[in-house]
């Protein structure tokens, strides 16, 4: 899905974030600074947020601008899949969250899976890197690679977490609400097809 006010958006703060992460010039800082409050602009008159909310978000980013990195796990059971209804929104995901700095993408969703789920797992299979720009989700203000990893429960029970309210396994066919900012139904059929295939090769973009 393609929003050309959002490309414009990301790619002002990204330029402005670089800007400000290696200019000494103050007036060129001056001139950065200006560039990431439009940006927030775009963004605010776009998607009703706050623009002190994004500008906040904005700030906040520091270094050479780079996408974020979330990481998703995929846990089959009795051929249905492992997902946790969110609390932000109360619809459903697969298990997972932002890689957390100074651990690995197996560690991460190894950590997210108990935190959100109560499952202790194993990772045994990267199934997909995907670039979220070229799937479904709604306009985000910033860029996400969402990295998928297949993962087998070695123990643990259901439980909530901090972020979520419920805990199932669904079929392919009988999905629920799902929140589309972490996962689309197209995303996670495709998924499904390493339930029927599990020597699938690794899927990117």
């Given at each position: 899905m393609s929003y050309k006010w959002?490309?414009?958006?990301?790619?002002?703060?990204?330029?402005s974030q670089a800007g400000l992460t290696f200019s000494k010039d103050i007036y060129d800082l001056e001139r950065y600074e200006e560039l990431r409050t439009i940006s927030a602009e775009i963004?605010?008159?776009?998607?009703g947020v706050k623009i002190e909310t994004i500008e906040e978000?904005?700030?906040?980013?520091?270094?050479?601008?780079?996408?974020?990195?979330d990481v998703r796990g995929v846990v089959f059971r009795e051929d249905k899949i492992l997902m946790v209804r969110e609390k932000i929104d109360d619809c459903w995901s697969l298990p997972g969250g932002f890689c957390d700095v100074g651990l690995s993408p197996a560690e991460n969703i190894v950590k997210e899976?108990?935190?959100?789920?109560?499952?202790d797992v194993v990772p045994v299979k990267l199934l997909a890197i995907l670039d979220m720009n070229k799937h479904p989700h709604p306009p985000q203000p910033y860029?996400?690679?969402?990295?998928?990893i297949r993962c087998?429960?070695?123990?643990g029970n259901a439980r909530n977490g901090i972020e979520t309210k419920g805990i199932n396994f669904f079929e392919k066919n009988n999905l629920p609400n799902l929140s589309t900012d972490r996962n689309t139904e197209s995303q996670i059929h495709t998924l499904f097809e390493f339930l029927v295939e599990p020597h699938k090769q690794a899927l990117f973009d």
């Open positions: 959002l490309d414009w958006a990301r790619r002002i703060q990204s330029l963004l605010a008159e776009y998607t978000f904005f700030v906040k980013e520091k270094g050479y601008p780079t996408p974020k990195v899976i108990k935190e959100e789920s109560g499952f860029h996400y690679y969402k990295v998928f087998e429960i070695i123990g």
